[in-house]
């Protein structure tokens, strides 16, 4: 007879497995091996890409969350919502009602972005049709994922990255997708990827932590893309050269 258990440790029993000399020198040895792998890291941003096409394991009926393993009860609500707009964006879904009993039957799967080489900030999520960010590092090749931002700058959150998945949320991501993604990935093209590291370095100086305060950050990457931008924008009513010979220097 098959039997399921579920076994929880009390905080005493995992307080006392951490403080074992054993754990901590396979916590040193892992936390040893992370900072050199920083340190010798070169990662460069190669282009856009769907996530169907690039990420390793995604398919069709999955979507990538952020956090740890999660099943669709346990979810919170922000999660919840990042996950019900993407059934929506992916056309897999009608409506609420239908993404949920979608979720209830166990008809899409949930697994962690980190799983999948990838990250996604807030309760963001990745599916297939979505455009992600790639980057390659040039030491190992070992390549990795980022969703591109859904904020819609309205100043409300309402991203479906904070759980947002009414009409206007969904309609941003597909114009980002129709719109920016193209334009995006022909500006990296044109300047032959971008070197992360002197970015993170100059913005570090400049009072960015290149986490919650990016405005340093931001300007940077912008200035690398913006020629880029400018020519491959299909607004032909631009002086693209004009425009070019008036960016500052």
Not at 98 to 127: F, Q, R, S, Y
Not at 128 to 155: A, H, K, P
Not at 159 to 188: C, M, T
Not at 208 to 231: E, Q, Y
Request: hydrophobic letters at 40%; a negative charge; aromatic letters at 6%.
């Amino acid at each position: 007879m098959k039997t399921d258990v579920e076994f929880r440790p009390s905080m005493e029993e995992l307080l006392e497995k951490l403080a074992t000399p054993k754990f901590r020198g396979l916590n040193q040895q892992a936390n040893d091996e992370t900072i050199k792998r920083m340190k010798q890291s070169v990662p460069i941003l190669i282009g856009i890409g769907k996530a169907g096409d690039h990420i390793p394991g995604m398919r069709k009926n999955l979507i990538l969350h952020a956090g740890p393993p999660i099943t669709w009860n346990q979810a919170s609500g922000p999660l919840k919502g990042a996950i019900i707009a993407g059934l929506l964006f992916e056309g897999l879904a009608k409506n609420k009602e239908a993404a949920i009993e979608m979720m209830k039957k166990g008809e899409v799967d949930l697994e962690p972005c980190h799983d999948h080489n990838a990250v996604g900030p807030m309760a963001g999520i990745i599916t297939s049709s979505m455009s992600v960010y790639i980057v390659e590092d040039q030491l190992s090749g070992y390549r990795t994922y980022s969703n591109l931002s859904d904020d819609r700058g309205d100043f409300r959150g309402s991203s479906i990255r904070f759980g947002v998945y009414e009409k206007s949320a969904i309609d941003y991501l597909h114009w980002v997708e129709n719109n920016v993604a193209p334009v995006l990935n022909q500006a990296i093209a044109d300047v032959d990827g971008i070197d992360f590291l002197p970015i993170i370095g100059r913005s570090l100086l400049m009072g960015d932590d290149c986490h919650v305060m990016t405005n340093a950050a931001t300007l940077i990457f912008s200035r690398i893309l913006l020629p880029g931008v400018i020519k491959a924008s299909p607004k032909k009513e631009w002086d693209r050269e004009n425009c070019l010979t008036d960016l500052p220097r």
